[in-house]
C-alpha cells in the first residue's frame, strides 16, 4: 500500500510540474528582411509610436528593459527625440547618428487583451462509509464535504 502512495504522490508531483512550464509568445505580425546577414544587433534605438507622452516613455522603457534582458543595449528615444510632435526622417536620423546605434526599432502598441474568469465557489459532498461499529448507522448516512 505504501509502494502505491509513493507511486501516486510522483505522478501527481511529475503532472504539477508539467503543469507549470513556461508558454511561448507568439508574434504573429512580423517581418524579416531574407537579405539582411549579420548576426543581431548590439545598440538599439527604441522608438514608440503613440498619443500620450507619458505612455510613450513607459513603452518605450519597459521595450528597453526586455532587449537588454536578451543580451543587447537598448536606448529609449524620449531622452534624444521631441515629444508631442510628427518627427521627421532628419530627426530620426540625428539622433541615431549622435550615440552610434547600429539598428532601430520602432514599435507601437496595438492592443492589450485581457480576460479573466469567475469560477463560483461550490461544495461536494462525497457519501462515505463506516467502519466499525460506533455511532451504529450514523456514519453510513453522512456525508464529506469535499
Not at 56 to 66: G, K, M, S, V, Y
Not at 105 to 120: A, C, M, N, W
Request: overall charge neutral; proline content about 4%; some cysteine.
Amino acid at each position: 500500500m505504501k509502494l502505491f502512495s509513493r507511486s501516486l504522490l510522483l505522478v501527481v508531483a511529475l503532472s504539477a510540474l508539467g503543469a507549470c512550464q513556461k508558454t511561448t509568445t507568439t508574434i504573429p505580425l512580423s517581418w524579416r528582411n531574407p537579405a539582411y546577414e549579420n548576426g543581431g544587433f548590439e545598440k538599439l534605438f527604441v522608438i514608440g509610436v503613440g498619443k500620450d507622452d507619458g505612455t510613450r516613455r513607459l513603452f518605450e522603457d519597459r521595450f528597453a528593459r526586455a532587449i537588454a534582458l536578451e543580451g543587447a543595449a537598448a536606448q529609449a528615444s524620449w531622452g534624444h527625440l521631441p515629444q508631442s510632435e510628427r518627427l521627421s526622417a532628419k530627426q530620426i536620423r540625428g539622433a541615431i547618428d549622435g550615440d552610434d546605434f547600429d539598428g532601430v526599432l520602432i514599435t507601437r502598441l496595438l492592443g492589450i487583451s485581457q480576460s479573466e474568469e469567475y469560477v463560483p465557489p461550490s461544495t461536494h459532498t462525497v457519501p462515505t462509509t463506516y467502519y466499525g461499529y460506533g455511532y451504529y448507522g450514523y456514519y453510513g448516512t453522512s456525508y464529506e464535504i469535499v
